[in-house]
C-alpha cells in the first residue's frame, strides 16, 4: 500500500475537486477535512471519500457551488440551508455561526438541512472546543440513506446517525467524543470492503435478517446493528432521537420523501460559552484532572491502558504527521483513474 504525507493527500483531494468544477475556496475545505481525518486515524472518512465525491457531483447529487444560506435567524437559532452542497462547507459554516452566536449569548443552536456528507462529526465540534465552548453534533439523514435496522428488526429503518461532543481542555487541547450509533459506521465498512477483510462479529444482517461478517452482504442489501449487541435498544433509542432532533428541527423531514432517494445530513450543532458558567482556565484545568483520574485505572485483561476520549485521534495525528498514511491499493487505484481523467498528473508533482 503507498504512503503519504498529510499533504500529498490534501492536494490531490484539491485538485480533484477543482477539476470536477468545485470553487477553490469549498474544494479547499473538504480537501482540509478528508486528509484530516486520515491523520487522526479515521480513514472510513477521509480520502476514501475523494470517490464518492467525485461520483456525486458527476451525478449531480452534489452541487459543488453551491453557498449554505440561513434562512431563519434569532440571536440564539439559526435554520441554515445547503443546497445540496459539500456538507464539509455547510457544516464548516455553520460552525462559525454557532460559535458566534455562543460567544454573544451564551449558547448558540443552528440547524443544518439539504446538505450532503459532512464527513466526520469530530472535526466541527472540535472547532467549537478551540473557541473555549462544549459542543453537541447530532447528525442524520433526513429520512434518506437508510442504512441500519432498529434493534429487534431485520430491515434498513434509519441512518447511522451519530453523536459528537467536544470539550475543552489543558495538554492535548480537548476531549471530543464521536461516534455512531451504529454498530460501525458504513465508512468502516467500506475500507474493510476495500482492505478484503471479514467484519467483527455483530456488526451486521445479510438481506435475509442472518448475522454476517462479509462486507458485501451489507451492499447487498443487508443491514447495520445498532450499537450495543444485546442492549443495542440503547443504540437504537440514540439513533431514533437523533434523527428527531438531526431532521426535524431542521425541516429536512422525516419519514423517506417519494421520489427523493437522496442523503442528507441534516443536524442539530449546539455550542455552549464556558465562560458563563465558570473561568475556562479553571474548567480547563478540571477536565485534565478527569482525564487523568480515568487513565490512572488500573487496566483489564488485555488492555495496556485507559483513555480519555479523543486520545486515540490526537496520539494518531502525531504519529500519522511523521510517518505518513497508508492507503490501501484498491482505493489508490480508483483515485488514480480519476486524476487520469481530469488530466491533473503534471500538478500533483512526484507521487507513490
Known amino acids: 500500500m503507498p504512503k503519504l504525507k498529510g499533504e500529498q493527500l490534501e492536494k490531490i483531494c484539491f485538485q480533484l475537486l477543482c477539476a470536477a468544477g ?43 457551488a453551491a453557498k449554505p444560506e440561513i434562512v431563519r435567524e434569532t440571536p440564539v437559532i439559526a435554520q441554515v ?78 441512518g447511522t446517525n451519530p453523536i459528537a461532543m467536544a470539550f475543552p481542555g489543558e495538554n492535548e487541547g480537548m476531549v ?28 451486521i444482517l445479510d438481506k435475509e435478517g442472518r448475522p454476517s461478517n462479509n462486507p458485501n452482504d451489507f451492499y447487498d442489501g443487508g443491514a447495520i446493528l445498532p450499537v450495543g449487541g444485546s442492549v443495542g435498544h440503547k443504540g437504537y433509542c440514540l439513533a431514533f432521537m437523533t434523527e428527531l432532533f438531526g431532521s426535524l428541527l431542521s425541516r429536512d423531514g422525516f419519514p423517506p420523501r417519494p421520489g427523493d432517494k437522496q442523503m442528507s445530513n441534516s443536524s442539530l450543532f449546539l455550542a455552549l460559552d464556558i465562560e458563563r458558567f465558570g473561568p475556562l482556565a479553571a474548567v480547563k484545568s478540571e477536565v485534565s484532572m478527569m482525564a487523568n483520574y480515568a487513565k490512572e485505572t488500573p487496566p483489564a485483561d488485555g488492555f495496556d491502558q485507559v483513555l480519555f476520549p479523543g486520545e486515540k485521534e490526537a496520539k494518531s ?11 490501501e491499493d484498491e482505493t489508490w487505484n480508483q483515485v488514480m483513474a480519476l486524476v487520469k481523467e481530469y488530466r491533473i498528473g503534471e500538478k500533483l508533482g512526484q507521487l507513490p
Open 22 to 64: 468545485a470553487p477553490e475556496d469549498h474544494g479547499r475545505i473538504v480537501a482540509e477535512h478528508l486528509a484530516g481525518n486520515n491523520l487522526a486515524g479515521h480513514d472510513s472518512h477521509g480520502f476514501i471519500r475523494i470517490i464518492q465525491y467525485i461520483r456525486q457531483i458527476k451525478e449531480g447529487v452534489i452541487l459543488p
Open 81 to 158: 440551508d445547503g443546497h445540496y452542497g459539500f456538507g464539509q462547507v455547510v457544516a464548516k459554516f455553520s460552525a462559525e455561526l454557532v460559535i458566534d452566536k455562543a460567544k454573544k449569548q451564551g449558547l448558540g443552536c443552528v440547524a443544518m438541512r439539504r446538505l450532503r456528507h459532512l464527513g466526520r462529526l469530530g472535526a466541527w465540534v472540535e472547532l467549537a472546543a478551540k473557541a473555549g465552548c462544549a459542543a453537541i453534533l447530532f447528525t442524520a439523514t433526513g429520512g434518506q440513506a437508510l442504512l441500519c435496522a432498529p434493534f429487534g428488526g431485520s430491515k434498513r429503518r434509519l
Open 176 to 203: 471530543v467524543s464521536d461516534f455512531a450509533t451504529s454498530a460501525a459506521a458504513e465508512g468502516k465498512i467500506r475500507v474493510y470492503k476495500a482492505r478484503g477483510h471479514k467484519l467483527p462479529d455483530g456488526w
Open 317 to 327: 495525528r502525531r504519529e500519522r504527521s511523521k510517518t505518513g498514511v497508508e492507503i
